[in-house]
């Protein structure tokens, strides 16, 4: 299956600060979601971007296929986005491929 | 609302048990899917269906079933021959067909399965 690499493993933000994490994976993919998981384990969309640039609010993905990574961008940090960050890919079959994720500690 | 039910939320198994998870969504969705995870770690897949009476194996299917007799429903089975069944589950559903696979995952809630 596909190799999903996501760095870094942690990040500890101040309130107000801006980030970026990103999402290496090992083959051409046609599917790419990011997800939000919360701490009692709800596992919240926010992008299906399998190529290209989107924008949610303060939150925004690019992902760049054709060099195989995805990024995603967190600006003016709030409590609320802590949690666990996962990238997932999937190729011509319907099978998702999840990295080990990024955990968010954003601080007041 | 559309959406993807599990229950129950929290389930307790004693050794030697099968226990079955339910899975119902109402998305109108033909692909179906279960995850399991572990702590600290992403997700991983036990089964899929991408149609109604058919499924396939995923990653870690070994000592779980599954049955697809609805397009809603989507139970899974935790047999006694897994091993180490203690994890979160999660199922997820999305649109089906030829670009099937070009399709964004929706997952429900979850159910935590523990060993008494």
């Known amino acids: 299956g596909i190799q999903v690499e996501q760095s870094p493993p942690d990040l500890i933000l101040q309130e107000g600060a801006n980030s970026t994490l990103r999402c290496n994976f090992s083959?051409?993919?046609?599917?790419l979601q990011w997800f939000h998981q919360n701490p009692w384990g709800q596992l919240i969309n926010l992008f299906y971007?399998?190529?290209g640039t989107k924008q949610n609010g303060r939150l925004s993905a690019t992902t760049v296929a054709t060099e195989r990574y995805s990024l995603l961008y967190i600006s003016s940090s709030q409590t609320t986005d802590s949690g666990v960050y996962f990238c997932?890919?999937?190729?011509?079959?319907?099978?998702?491929?999840f990295g080990a994720g990024t955990t968010v500690t954003v601080r007041a | 609302d559309g959406g993807i039910t599990q229950s129950p939320k929290y389930l307790f198994r004693k050794e030697g048990q099968n226990v079955t998870l339910s899975c119902e969504q109402n998305?109108?969705?033909?692909?179906m899917y279960w995850y399991r995870q572990d702590p600290g770690q992403g997700l991983r897949l036990i089964y899929y269906?991408?149609?109604?009476?058919?499924?396939q194996k995923g990653d870690i299917a070994e000592g779980y079933s599954v049955s697809r007799e609805k397009k809603e429903s989507f139970p899974l089975t935790v047999t006694s021959a897994q091993k180490n069944p203690t994890a979160f589950y999660l199922c997820?559903?999305?649109?089906?067909?030829?670009?099937?696979?070009?399709?964004?995952?929706?997952f429900g809630d979850g159910t935590r399965l523990s060993i008494l």
């Open positions: 997820a559903s999305s649109g089906g067909g030829k670009t099937g696979s070009r399709k964004p995952q929706h």
């Open positions: 083959d051409s993919v046609n599917n």
């Open positions: 971007i399998p190529s």
């Open positions: 997932a890919v999937g190729s011509n079959d319907y099978k998702l491929s």
């Open positions: 998305l109108n969705h033909d692909a």
């Open positions: 269906s991408q149609i109604v009476n058919d499924f």
